[in-house]
T-cell receptor, first 113, second 113 residues
Framework: NAGVMQNPRHLVRRRGQEARLRCSPM?????VYWYRQLPEEGLKFMVY????????ESGMPKERFSAEFPKEGPSILRIQQVVRGDSAAYFC???????????FGPGTRLTVT | DAKTTQPTSMDCAEGRAANLPCNHS???????VYWYRQIHSQGPQYIIH???NNETNEMASLIITEDRKSSTLILPHATLRDTAVYYC??????????????FGKGTKLSVKP
């Protein structure tokens, strides 16, 4: 059973460009969580999605950030008009049900130049 | 804010047991104790979780005190590959906005030859 997959693993964007991060949960998992880890800091929750629904986006910045988890295909975290402060590692986790343990992907390291 | 307190760092000799403590004095009756680790900026890895009984799996053992105000993660025979930051997290096991993981600073465990 393949684990959580994230791509790309590394992404470089210039200021003002858009970044799209993709997350394919483990097979059979319909719950996806996104976390962000700024350099030398801990992981911070961003958003929790179930298929086609955003359950909790309390950790998501109000502007420029959006997330979706369509009925088919991976979950997407989208950052518009990136700024240098968006440079971080973005981790996705999935679980089969909302009360179960979460399994993390390897992360996408975003660098904004 | 994280509701747990952990030592910043610990050392352990290779082959010996590593005992990582965690204080969670404000834990409520419906909160579980979860342990994750993060090896050198990889995605966090789930280790174990428990409510009030001690738990053991192929990776580790979790000892929770009777009053549930503290716990200890035990790696029975630490190897160099166990060098990582270990996170103790308390989490309600019902979902919605309660389902996300709140990471603190964790304990940096260094296993030395």
């Amino acid at each position: 059973n393949a684990g959580v997959m994230q791509n790309p693993r590394h992404l470089v964007r210039r200021r003002g460009q858009e970044a799209r991060l993709r997350c394919s949960p483990m097979k059979g998992h319909s719950h996806v969580y996104w976390y962000r880890q700024l350099p030398e800091e801990g992981l911070k929750f961003m958003v929790y999605l179930q298929k086609e629904n955003i359950i909790d986006e309390s950790g998501m910045p109000k502007e420029r950030f959006s997330a979706e988890f369509p009925k088919e295909g991976p979950s997407i975290l989208r950052i518009q008009q990136v700024v240098r402060g968006d440079s971080a590692a973005y981790f996705c986790a999935s679980s089969p049900q909302e009360t179960y343990e979460q399994y993390f992907g390897p992360g996408t390291r975003l660098t904004v130049t | 804010d994280a509701k747990t307190t952990q030592p910043t760092s610990m050392d352990c000799a290779e082959g010996r047991a590593a005992n990582l403590p965690c204080n969670h004095s404000t834990i409520s009756g419906n909160e579980y104790v979860y342990w994750y680790r993060q090896i050198h900026s990889q995605g966090p890895q789930y280790i174990i979780h428990g409510l009030k009984n001690n738990e053991t799996n192929e990776m580790a053992s979790l000892i929770i005190t009777e009053d549930r105000k503290s716990s200890t993660l035990i790696l029975p025979h630490a190897t160099l590959r166990d060098t990582a930051v270990y996170y103790c997290i308390v989490r309600k096991n019902y979902g919605g906005s309660q389902g996300n993981l709140i990471f603190g600073k964790g304990t940096k465990l260094s296993v030395k030859p």
